[in-house]
């Protein structure tokens, strides 16, 4: 398995350029027993499925984040390195390991006789909705599912909700003159002040031991010293109460425009906190692992979660690690979760 962990590593997979790793995956899945199907660069797998037989999906998003080659030191993004227990190379956390144990359980059959499997692999979650289970989910392909698993890094544990995450763009509008004569004009960035300091200033809350987060991260303006501008940028970024609907959170953002400052939704992806008391399967799974917690990042259980689909995150790695200059995973944790999901499917 860590040997197939680094043969994925080596393959460049930015979001938008997953095809050599879908087609890797698609190979190496070929004379397996089952059916396969690919959706683009979605990969499906199912084994034989019975109507009395409840359905488990396992998936792994295929695409990273872009890198710098020259800014890495330990190793290079696609050349992986075993040091120290730990496995280097950009996807190493976020998820690559996540999509070797999926690929490796399913070729060495792993999976027991108890549930009917849909594992599964696929594109452009770096890049938020749509991505590949959004075109799963258009085709109806979780339809039935009782429980899916996406081994995201998690340290290991158990994550049964993730907040909402909505991406906006704030625009101070202004009148540009030379700034010999700033009363003349209209300087965007004083527009902008005033809502910079409401996002500062905001009262996030807390939910299920978790608090929100708002945060102005890019600001662009300007175009010369000697010029007012007339136009300022400033992207936030939300981190918001998953019981929260998408309309509440477009009012919400509504209050931060004013008279010369507009408000533009660059994304908004839902959040989700599953009852775990209404899930026996979900139960069974926390039971196994020992720990369960809700996290402020978003991922693709959001997304199954407006639709209806009870989904976890369960992987090796830390978060932290996730998209970071020599980004690693413990070999001991991805052993741990493969050895932890087998003895679910098969308990």
Same mark, same amino acid.
């Given at each position: 398995m860590i040997e197939l962990l680094k043969e994925l590593i080596a393959i460049k997979s930015i979001s938008r350029e997953e095809k050599d790793i879908v087609d890797f995956v698609s190979n190496k899945l070929t004379n397996v027993f089952g059916t396969l199907t690919r959706i683009e660069n979605v990969i499906i797998w199912k084994n034989e499925w019975h109507a +009395?037989?409840? &359905?488990?999906?396992?998936?792994?998003?295929?695409?990273?984040?872009?890198?710098?080659?020259? +800014?890495?030191?330990?190793? !290079?993004?696609?050349?992986?390195?075993?040091?120290?227990?730990? &496995?280097?190379g950009r996807g190493a956390c976020d998820m690559k390991a996540g999509a070797a144990i999926i690929l490796d359980i399913i070729l060495k059959q792993d999976i027991g006789n108890k549930f009917n499997i849909m594992a599964f692999w696929y594109d452009k979650e770096e890049l938020g909705i749509p991505n590949g289970v959004t075109t799963m989910l258009e085709k109806g392909l979780f339809k039935g599912v009782d429980l899916c698993i996406i081994p995201e890094p998690t340290s290991c544990i158990i994550n049964y909700g993730v907040f909402g995450n909505l991406d906006a763009k704030l625009t101070g509008h202004g009148v540009a003159v030379h700034s010999s004569?700033?009363?003349?004009?209209r300087n965007a960035i004083f527009e902008l002040i005033p809502v910079l300091e409401q996002i500062r200033d905001f009262p996030v809350k807390n939910i299920a031991g978790v608090e929100e987060a708002m945060s102005v991260n890019i600001i662009e303006g300007g175009k010369a010293v000697n010029v007012v501008p007339d136009k300022v940028i400033a992207q936030m970024d939300y981190r918001y109460d998953p019981w929260l609907s998408q309309l509440e959170v477009l009012?919400?953002?509504?209050?931060?425009?004013?008279?010369? %400052?507009?408000?533009?939704?660059?994304?908004?992806?839902?959040? %989700?906190?599953?009852?775990? !008391?209404?899930?026996?399967?979900?139960?069974?799974?926390?039971?196994?692992?020992?720990?369960?917690?809700?996290?402020?990042?978003?991922? +693709?259980?959001?997304?199954?979660?407006?639709?209806? &689909?009870?989904?976890v995150n369960f992987g090796p790695g830390s978060i932290n690690q996730a998209h970071t200059i020599d980004e690693f995973v413990a070999i001991d944790e991805v052993?741990? %979760?493969?050895? !932890?999901?087998?003895?679910f499917l098969n308990k």
């Open positions: +009395d037989k409840q &359905i488990i999906a396992l998936g792994a998003h295929l695409d990273t984040v872009p890198f710098t080659a020259s +800014d890495w030191v330990i190793s !290079k993004p696609t050349i992986p390195v075993e040091k120290d227990g730990k &496995i280097y004569k700033p009363k003349l004009g009012e919400l953002l509504k209050t931060f425009e004013r008279k010369y %400052v507009t408000t533009e939704v660059i994304g908004c992806f839902p959040g %989700v906190i599953h009852d775990i !008391k209404a899930n026996s399967l979900l139960q069974d799974m926390i039971e196994l692992v020992g720990e369960a917690t809700v996290v402020p990042f978003w991922s +693709d259980i959001g997304q199954l979660g407006e639709h209806g &689909i009870i989904a052993h741990f %979760v493969r050895e !932890k999901i087998v003895q």
